[in-house]
């Protein structure tokens, strides 16, 4: 079955990617998975021309480096049927129903400098859905809503134009871990969180994650007893210990905050070497990651035409 999935490409990846998605992705992927870098979403924000070129390489050569080459790799904007089909779709959307997705609600309603394509945003990424014929789509809550409109959208283009969009099911993701900031262990580890304190990054070398951990907020318990867990009132130890079960460590035995932030450090360097020595040897050899996403974006083409093709004559372009 078909298996898709973007990342937007607006900062570094994080430990938090990697244990969240990245390894789930990589355990799921096959030649039927479609793993793309979103770089059309990341202009909905302001942004840095270079900043985000840089970004889509930094991310295509890491997503090779984790091993998730058995899906098709691609650059969003190397598909222009994403763009083509967004804007039938826009055509098939109302303002009312965009008006009501919540992320734009929070963040652009109501500010005149928002961009237009903050607010149509959702429509695109239910072309990114629809084009593949994808059958079930996992999301996570912050994307439900945009999901559903996916369907709608789906649903009232076939009924007023004919049968041509597969309507995707929901679905609830594949349990990856979820990491919380070291420095504010209340809320997610996410990439563009303000500073960086609290976050490790794929390609953040031993030293650094090192002092990230030493500096980790635990509490003021000591002892043996005190190494375990309880999201409640200890949120900062029991992120430590799930992020060291995620990279194969265990926390028995173990008596001391200081143990604890030892065998964290030791388990997250270990998780992240050879994708960090395999990042090295890629970006040696930038032409090698761009014939991969170049053969990626080929066969999106290949896939998605007959389904742009479909939407064009049912709409009633010649
Ligand atoms: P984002 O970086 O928020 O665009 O998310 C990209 C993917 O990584 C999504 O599948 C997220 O669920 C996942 N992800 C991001 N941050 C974390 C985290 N701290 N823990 C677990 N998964 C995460």
Redesign the pocket.
């Known amino acids: 079955m078909t298996h898709l999935?973007l990342?937007?490409p607006?900062?570094h990846l994080?430990l938090?990617?990697h244990?969240?998605?990245l390894r789930p992705m990589r355990e799921a992927a096959t030649g039927d998975s479609y793993y793309g870098i979103a770089d059309l979403h990341a202009l909905t924000v302001a942004h840095d021309p270079a900043a985000l070129r840089a970004l889509v390489q930094e991310m295509a050569t890491l997503l090779l480096a984790v091993g998730l080459e058995p899906a098709t790799l691609f650059v969003q904007s190397h598909v222009p049927a994403h763009s083509e089909l967004a804007y039938l779709l826009e055509c098939t959307a109302t303002t009312g129903e965009l008006n009501r997705m919540i992320q734009f609600k929070e963040k652009g309603r109501g500010v005149p400098t928002t961009r237009a394509s903050l607010f149509t945003y959702p429509v695109l990424m239910a072309a990114d859905i629809l084009l593949y014929r994808a059958e079930r789509v996992p999301v996570?809550d912050d994307q439900r809503q945009h999901v559903e409109l996916t369907r709608d959208l789906a649903l009232r283009f076939n009924q007023a134009y004919g049968p041509v969009f597969t309507v995707p099911e929901i679905a609830t993701?594949a349990a990856?871990?979820?990491?919380?900031d070291l420095q504010d262990p209340t809320t997610?580890?996410?990439?563009?969180h303000q500073s960086g304190a609290g976050i490790i990054y794929l390609l953040d070398p031993p030293d650094i994650i090192r002092r990230k951990v030493a500096r980790a907020v635990t509490d003021s318990a000591t002892g043996s007893a005190a190494v375990r867990r309880d999201r409640a009132t200890k949120p900062g130890v029991t992120n430590l210990i799930d992020i060291l079960e995620a990279c194969g460590g265990s926390a028995d035995g173990l008596s001391s905050y200081g143990a604890l932030k030892t065998a964290v450090t030791e388990a997250v360097v270990e998780e992240l070497a050879p994708i960090q020595k395999r990042y090295a040897d890629l970006a040696c050899d930038p032409a090698s990651v761009t014939a991969v996403y170049a053969a990626g974006a080929e066969r999106c083409r290949e896939v998605t035409a007959p389904v742009l093709a479909a939407a064009r004559a049912a709409i009633g372009l010649g």
Not at 188 to 192: C, E, H, L, N, Q
């Open positions: 999935s990342l937007k607006t900062g994080t938090g990617n244990l969240g998605a996570g993701p990856g871990a979820r990491v919380m997610k580890m996410g990439k563009s």
